[in-house]
């Protein structure tokens, strides 16, 4: 580990989108035609927030800690952010701050931000001024700008707790 007690994780989903299934983001479910396809609720920007926390302490990744077998079925990535956040609190850091993206052409998101931000925060116990989710649109160009997919980014800064071990 750094002497500092600051560490720094990225986190990267993409998921293609269908018909049938619902558009959860940021653990809010968002009115839309189509959904990701995915194991769980497919929630890439949740994903993406687990595996920067992940990272940030060389944990390895979501898959690693939540395989896709019968268990994590359809499962709220809501539980899988708080699971993560209790690994990280247990290993004695705290989150900073976390600074999200999430890439979709269509619906727009802008009206849901707020919503996602308090969700986020909620599931890993600190305060909204330290979560940030933004937007982006693909512009027409690769599987996100042809609608065909969604994906997100999460950055993520650590601090190890004064005290902890």
Same mark, same amino acid.
């Given at each position: 580990?750094?002497?500092?007690?600051?560490?720094?994780?990225?986190?990267?989903?993409?998921?293609? +989108?269908?018909?049938?299934?619902?558009?959860? /983001? @940021?653990?809010?479910?968002? &009115? #839309?035609?189509?959904?990701?396809?995915?194991? %769980?609720?497919?929630?890439?920007?949740?994903?993406?927030?687990?595996?920067?926390? +992940?990272?940030?302490?060389?944990?390895?990744? /979501? @898959?690693?800690?939540?395989? &896709? #077998?019968?268990?994590?079925?359809?499962?709220? %990535?809501?539980?899988?952010?708080?699971?993560?956040?209790?690994?990280?609190?247990?290993?004695?850091?705290?989150?900073?701050?976390?600074?999200?993206?999430?890439?979709? &052409?269509?619906?727009?998101?802008?009206?849901?931000?707020?919503?996602?931000?308090?969700?986020?925060?909620?599931?890993?116990?600190?305060?909204?001024?330290?979560?940030?989710?933004?937007?982006?649109?693909?512009?027409?160009?690769?599987?996100?700008?042809?609608?065909?997919?969604?994906?997100?980014?999460?950055?993520?800064?650590?601090?190890?707790?004064?005290?902890?071990?």
């Amino acid at each position: 580990m750094n002497s500092n007690g600051l560490r720094i994780g990225i986190g990267y989903d993409i998921h293609p +989108l269908v018909k049938g299934r619902p558009l959860i /983001l @940021g653990g809010v479910e968002i &009115e #839309s035609e189509r959904g990701p396809a995915g194991h %769980s609720d497919a929630d890439a920007l949740l994903h993406a927030v687990c595996d920067a926390l +992940l990272g940030a302490l060389s944990l390895g990744d /979501l @898959g690693e800690h939540f395989p &896709e #077998s019968d268990e994590f079925k359809g499962i709220s %990535s809501l539980v899988l952010v708080q699971r993560v956040g209790e690994m990280i609190a247990g290993r004695d850091y705290r989150v900073v701050n976390l600074d999200c993206i999430v890439h979709a &052409e269509r619906p727009r998101l802008s009206g849901y931000r707020k919503d996602m931000i308090a969700k986020i925060a909620g599931a890993l116990g600190i305060d909204a001024g330290d979560v940030s989710v933004k937007f982006t649109r693909g512009e027409g160009l690769g599987p996100v700008g042809e609608e065909r997919a969604l994906a997100a980014r999460a950055v993520v800064l650590l601090e190890k707790i004064s005290g902890g071990g």
